[in-house]
């Protein structure tokens, strides 16, 4: 390794540089064993997908376990809006294996756990939920969450997910 890559870093990878927004900056970037490369910004985890890189906002990542080598992320999509509020279903996790991971781990953990604000269980008869109040990267915004369990009633939990948005946004239900 060079002086000037043992000072400054390893240039960033193609296609993370062209993909990042004008003020995003990297704070840690790793390359996996797949041959793409996993990154982190104060707006979110940057993934490898085919030949490029897509970025999963911190308040999307439901989990993230770091385990012998590799990153485990279990990612959400937002699959229904109930008021102010979203109901959000995880995708399967995607392993991705990090031979030299550097600061990506704590960095990883640090920015999912402090992308949440409060969080509450509520359960019902089929299945609960969790409500899970986060940050929105990029903005001064928050987002109610609420992640169902399989089996619970959706229209339900719909429900009182709008009303407790409501409620923490000072409106009425």
Known sequence: MGLLSRLFGEPLPEPLRVSLAEDEHVLAVAPTGAGGH??????????????????????LISKAVWKGDALTVTEADEARTAGRAVL??????????????GKIPQLVRRRVEGSIRQRY???????????VVRKVPGSDTSVLQVRPDPGADTDV?????????????????
């Open 38 to 59: 996993v990154a982190v910004t104060a707006l979110g985890l940057w993934l490898p997908e085919g030949a490029g890189v897509r970025r999963v906002g911190w308040h």
């Open 121 to 131: 269980r509520k359960e019902l008869d089929g299945g609960g939920a969790w409500f």
């Open 88 to 101: 959000l279903a995880d995708r399967e996790p995607v392993r991705h294996v990090l031979p030299k991971p």
């Open 157 to 173: 939990l719909a429900s009182i997910a709008e009303e407790a948005a409501a409620k923490l946004a000072g409106g009425a239900p």
